[in-house]
């Protein structure tokens, strides 16, 4: 999973500032569940998420805990973590870069999940878990490219998994479970297929991405890209200093963000936003809320703003609409916002 | 490597009950329960994000008894719920000791599952039978065994997402229909108490210790005095009759119904539980269990978006989404400003209303939305289920295989090994996987008569299919023929921006090439068949049956597509032949024949009208082969 090669810098790409927003936002507040990142291919997601993880801080892991538990008995931890501590046994604290665990469309479920160990069960006649995707997931980053074409019943998985930041597994012989929280990041191809409803709320933020239509950024992004690609290392050099500056600010940021204050009309604004919105449920609320208070987070402030509301629910509402197939958004939220501002 | 914790035991600290803002009549149900498990448990239905799950869990702390709340997740396999042999204790002292599942764990307690539409028929088949006779029952490699498993059944459910069958409906004392908090001031104190929960969980449950255990406290006195409460004769009579009223099947909606009256009486406290304790909890009870006439009310909304009525409330219809308008009705006449040959573009008409099958069968809210049918695979996708001793060169179960060997080892040369596995051991794992159909449309676009119609009819067919392709995972492809060929206007998808767009615009006009349209939809149909055997496509046809360009140069036309149906037609393609040739009463003849060939199924398009195409289709039933042309 490590990798040697150089990432290409976050702060080195060009425009989608939505997207890298909703990311960083996930970043400082990893409660937000999720992004959903729609529109065509090679538009620089993966590059996105890969570059982010790079700016983030290492973990601390216990060493040997193939769910990457931190090495805290006071945290949510795996079963043998727990034991660990109890049977008061030395955990070893290890360092460890926050990684993007890839699901593949093909995976299996037994690969997502975790599976009855194989080898341990024909040698030793003993049955043993064997950690999927999802024990490597925790606490990092879950990336699921076209998250569309994913069987159903593995994305229900995920997204139950996500929602509960735990891994229940009642299969094949094994009853087991293990603490999953991470960041999951789908992408996809709405021309290939809709996911369902459903899913889609289960994701935070949802962002909406198409190819730079200025000729001088497409210009920019292939100048950066070639000369990513001469010289990685000295591209990379040159753009350590902001992916600091980043990385600092993030850093600030989930520092501050238990401590940014939602004032009243804030509160009444979202809300009434979301009811004008027609969403169902309560996801839409309370993802916008939490956005904003990230944003004003990022931005070092401590009280969320109105400006903070708006772009929050121009990230948590258009998955969350309710429209029919074949009508366009059936309400307009550029307008909507316009009439609050 | 960890060894399997002998519980799978969440640490995640729980969201109080007691704090759940709003929801008065799914916390009342949920209570209910409580006080009287032999109630048999509440199913909770509503739209995403309205706190179900929070809700059940919640439910957790407040019941009685020290066997909790089990949870069934989703991909749980069958050895996990009905249990299975120690593989372990087989392998290492060769004794066959059995290990519970789930269902047995449950005893006592609540067994919980969430998303209960979406879980695997065969499961919840399980499940149902457990339910029924408070039993499980364990026949595996040579052992037979029991086990009590009386457990309530708690379910959530977003009809959105598919439906469950009407048994495992009736497994459910109450059923309750949740819908988000539209109340302004609601929604804050919702959205305070959530960020107040996730900043700080433990502190967050110890500010709402006191009112919890009040809660507590008072479904245990409940539940105490619950001997005690007389029902009086008025209420039992009341209920026997909404429960006739309603025309539940069987003895269990009553007896719910009277159970529920007399829980709440408990719950506030008094001895006698009367018509008003009834009246409150009828809807409850009853809602789910309902049978509508069929026939007599047109069910307009659309399925899985109304919401039962509350516990008290008015029972007037209420939806939260329009009904599609449904196309216009026809009008007997052509249509004299078109001329022929001229190329016309038609907009997709608004959609169809959808109609199910089902929601006009069982009529409202629980049993309309559309099923996502699960089916084997053979492939290797899909989601593992069971194992199997056929051998079909699927994936091997090793977790059944080992199992199936385990008994055995005393009696078998291990050559090192610790177990010693035979061929007749294996076990395969039997996955399933949920597939939609293929429907596919075959459109008539030349310049005769009703092209018009039958390019709006069809687009609107295609749209409201497309609607629910994310239930049910159908896929839907437009062809259609005009001129001198056939053209694929939408590959089959299930994707509705890229259906949108190429069907913004269709080009009617010219000659019909009705041959060549068959043979291009076949040519789709077999090459998505290649890649998945067990597809049974349907194949739409709508003509007037006036084909009059042949494949052939100088062919009859006419010879030539009956020879062509008669060839084309073969058992896992299914055809509906829409005749649009309505002009002439006693002209059954061009259609009705190339039916017969095809062994399509075959309506009119007028008679159509009545039915519409979109309901015709979803009908699960084989279509009947000329039906309808009286």
Not at chain 1, 11 to 38: F, H
Not at chain 1, 317 to 330: A, D, G, I, S
Not at chain 2, 67 to 81: F, H, K, N
Not at chain 2, 534 to 541: A, D, T, Y
Request: charged share 25%.
């Amino acid at each position: 999973m490590t990798e040697n090669h150089p990432v290409f810098p976050f702060a080195a790409l060009v425009g989608q500032e939505m997207m890298k927003t909703a990311l960083i936002l996930n970043i400082i507040d990893p409660s937000l569940s999720g992004v959903l990142i729609r529109g065509e291919k090679g538009t620089a997601k993966s590059t996105a998420v890969r570059g982010l993880a790079e700016l983030l801080p290492e973990l601390k892991v216990a060493q040997g805990c193939p769910y990457n538990c931190p090495p805290d008995p006071r945290a949510d931890l795996c079963p043998e973590c727990r034991r660990r501590w109890a049977d008061g046994e030395a955990v070893e604290a290890v360092k460890s870069k926050v990684k993007v665990v890839e699901l593949p469309v093909g995976a299996t479920e037994d690969r997502v999940l975790g599976t009855l160990d194989l080898e341990e069960a024909i040698t030793a006649g003993r049955r043993s878990f064997s950690p999927g995707l999802l024990a490597q997931a925790n606490r990092n980053i879950l990336y699921v490219d076209e998250v569309n074409l994913l069987d159903d019943h593995l994305v229900d998985i995920l997204l139950d998994s996500a929602a509960m930041a735990v891994n229940t597994v009642e299969r094949e012989g094994i009853s087991f479970s293990h603490p999953a929280r991470f960041t999951l990041v789908g992408t996809m191809n709405p021309e290939e297929g809709e996911l369902r409803p459903q899913l889609l709320d289960r994701f935070g933020l949802c962002v909406q991405i198409a190819g730079l239509d200025d000729a001088a950024s497409r210009a920019e992004v292939v100048r950066r890209r070639l000369a990513f690609e001469a010289g990685p290392e000295s591209f990379a050099r040159s753009w350590r200093r902001q992916g600091r500056d980043l990385a600092r600010r993030l850093a600030r940021a989930r520092r501050l963000i238990k401590k940014v204050r939602l004032a009243e009309d804030i509160l009444d604004q979202a809300v009434a936003i979301s009811l004008r919105a027609g969403t169902d449920g309560h996801r839409a609320d309370l993802t916008m809320i939490k956005a904003a208070r990230a944003l004003a987070a990022f931005e070092g402030r401590r009280e969320a703003s109105r400006q903070d509301l708006f772009l929050a629910a121009r990230l948590a509402l258009p998955h969350r609409v309710k429209r029919r197939p074949f009508e366009e958004m059936v309400f307009d939220l550029d307008e909507l916002l316009a009439a609050w501002a | 490597m960890p060894r399997p914790a002998p519980t799978a035991a969440p640490a995640a600290p729980v969201y109080p009950f007691a704090a759940l803002v709003g929801q008065e009549t799914m916390k009342l149900a949920l209570l209910l329960a409580a006080i009287d498990p032999s109630l048999g448990g509440v199913l909770i239905l509503g739209e995403r994000g309205t706190a179900k799950s929070t809700a059940a869990r919640g439910l957790a702390e407040l019941w009685p008894g020290r066997a909790g709340l089990v949870t069934l997740p989703l991909g749980a396999t069958e050895d996990r719920v009905v249990g299975s042999l120690d593989l372990e204790a087989a392998v290492t002292s060769g004794r066959l000791v059995p290990e519970k599942g789930l269902l047995a764990r449950a005893d006592g307690g609540v067994l919980y599952v969430d998303e209960v539409n979406l879980l695997d028929e065969h499961l919840a088949a399980l499940i149902l039978d457990a339910a029924a006779s408070g039993f499980v029952r364990l026949e595996r490699e040579g052992v037979s065994l029991g086990y009590p498993a009386r457990f309530v059944l708690i379910g959530t459910m977003n009809p959105e997402e598919g439906q469950v069958s009407p048994q495992l409906l009736d497994r459910f004392g109450l059923a309750v229909g949740v819908r988000g908090e539209r109340a302004a001031a609601g929604r804050k104190e919702l959205i305070r108490r959530r960020l107040a929960f996730e900043a700080d969980p433990e502190g967050f449950r110890r500010c709402w210790a006191r009112p919890q255990r009040e809660l507590a406290e008072r479904a245990a006195r409940g539940r105490a005095g619950l001997s005690q409460i007389r029902i009086s004769p008025e209420a039992l009579a009341l209920a026997a009759g909404l429960a006739q009223e309603a025309g539940a099947a069987g003895q269990r909606a009553e007896l719910s119904l009277v159970k529920a009256a007399r829980a709440l009486a408990a719950w506030q406290g008094r001895g006698l539980a009367g018509r008003a304790d009834v009246r409150v909890v009828a809807e409850l009870a009853l809602a789910h269990r309902r049978r509508q006439l069929v026939e007599a009310t047109p069910p307009p909304e659309r399925p899985g978006l109304r919401e039962p009525p509350l516990a008290g409330e008015a029972q007037g219809p209420r939806t939260t989404v329009e009904p599609g308008r449904e196309a216009d009705p026809p009008s007997g006449r052509s249509d004299s400003g078109q001329a022929w040959g001229l190329e016309r573009v038609h907009q997709a008409n608004s959609s169809f209303r959808l109609i199910s099958q089902d929601s006009t069968r069982q009529g409202g809210w629980l049993k309309s939305s559309g099923r996502r049918l699960r089916r084997e695979t053979q492939n290797g996708s899909g989601r593992y289920v069971r194992a199997s001793m056929e051998r079909l060169g699927r994936e091997i179960a090793l977790d059944a295989t080992l199992r199936a060997a385990a008994p055995n080892q005393p009696r078998r040369k291990r050559t090192g090994l610790s177990l010693a596995v035979v061929s007749s051991d294996i076990r395969e794992k039997v996955k399933v996987k949920a597939t939609g159909r293929l429907i596919l449309f075959l459109v008539d676009a030349s310049g005769s008569m009703n092209s018009l119609l039958r390019m709006r009819e069809a687009k609107a067919a295609v749209l409201s299919l497309l609607e629910e392709a994310y239930r049910k995972r159908d896929r839907v492809g437009l062809v259609s023929f005009r001129g001198d060929s056939a053209q694929v206007l939408l590959p089959p998808t299930n994707s509705v921006e890229l259906a949108n767009r190429s069907l913004a615009e269709l080009p009617t006009g010219g000659k019909t090439p009705l041959a060549q349209g068959l043979v291009t939809a076949h040519q789709i149909v077999e090459r998505e068949l290649a890649r998945d055997p067990k597809l049974e496509p349907l194949i739409v046809i709508l003509s007037d049956g006036k084909p009059n360009v042949p494949l052939q140069a100088g062919a009859d036309p006419w010879e030539e597509i009956l020879a062509l149906c008669r060839r084309l037609a073969r058992p896992g393609i299914s055809h509906l032949l829409v005749d649009s040739d309505w002009g002439h009463y006693l002209s059954f003849g061009l259609c009705r024949q190339m039916a017969e060939s095809l062994r399509a199924s075959y309506v009119k398009l007028d008679q159509l009208r009545s039915e519409g195409l979109v309901r015709l289709i979803s009908r699960r039933a084989p279509l009947r082969p000329g039906k309808g042309a009286s």
